[in-house]
């Protein structure tokens, strides 16, 4: 596997160590760099890629912007000096955002992430899938479907707890979408707030469902939960 990239930054020197970066993966393929962002709009409206390497801060229109003017988006890696910008690449879903000097150990993380993605995507959906990908901490990352215990809605968030890890992942999904993602029967929404994983139920008494590190309440338009747990 190829992924087509391009990389867009007005500074000759950082657009110098991202090629040499990329020119160390046999996964991507350079088609052109660009040190100004209207060239880089150009050259996708005839040239669709895989990957974008994009500095945000730049003097014509930036990262963000172009990122935003694209119908049909490839995956991006922002590229930046400042952290500030973090919460608009969360929002465009970025793959990774990665902050300069880049170092190639950090680089390499980015690309395998890419790579691991498109695997992903192009994969049929079943229930044997190990994992997810969701949007956290202005990066894409992966998750073990084995290790959910369960998903807590927090208005337009999710918390994603996974077993041994006290620290939740937070990420902007919907309820709806989250259990959408999960392989069916695997996993049952027993509340509006809640989504348990199935083998993690260890017992149900009073309309409580006690996993291994808490107990969680059942909703009352989720009660059939309880007659399939127990079947």
């Known amino acids: 596997m190829q992924l087509k ?3 867009i930054d007005d500074e000759p020197l950082a657009l110098e160590i991202m090629q040499r970066h990329i020119a160390e993966f046999t996964a991507l393929k ?19 890629v895989d990957l974008l390497f994009i500095d945000i801060d730049m003097p014509d229109i930036t990262g963000i912007d172009l990122v935003r003017s694209l119908t049909d988006r490839p995956m991006v890696i922002f590229t930046t000096a400042y952290k500030k910008f973090a919460y608009e690449g969360f929002e465009l879903e970025a ?36 994992s997810i990908y969701v949007h956290s901490e ?9 290790e959910i215990e369960y998903i807590e809605s927090m208005q337009d968030y999710i918390k994603i707890y996974l077993c041994g890890v006290e620290k939740p992942v937070l990420t902007l999904l919907p309820m709806k979408s989250a259990l959408e993602k999960l392989p ?34 059942v909703g009352n338009n989720y009660t059939d939960f309880i007659k ?3 079947k």
Not at 41 to 48: G, R
Not at 138 to 146: A, D, E, L
């Open 228 to 230: 399939s747990w127990s």
């Open 138 to 146: 202005y990066r894409m990352i992966k998750i073990n479907i084995k």
């Open 5 to 7: 990239c391009i990389a």
């Open 30 to 48: 350079l088609m052109h760099v660009f040190e100004d962002a209207i060239s880089a709009a150009e050259y996708l409206k005839q040239h669709p």
């Open 184 to 217: 069916a029967g695997q996993f049952a929404r027993i509340h509006r707030s809640y989504i348990v994983a199935r083998k993690h139920v260890r017992s149900i008494h009073n309309r409580k469902v006690q996993l291994k590190s808490i107990e969680l309440p």
């Open 95 to 130: 793959l990774d955002y990665l902050l300069k000097p880049i170092t190639i150990e950090r680089f390499s993380a980015a690309v395998n992430k890419a790579v691991d993605y498109v695997k992903y995507r192009q994969s049929e959906r079943s229930d044997a899938d190990e």
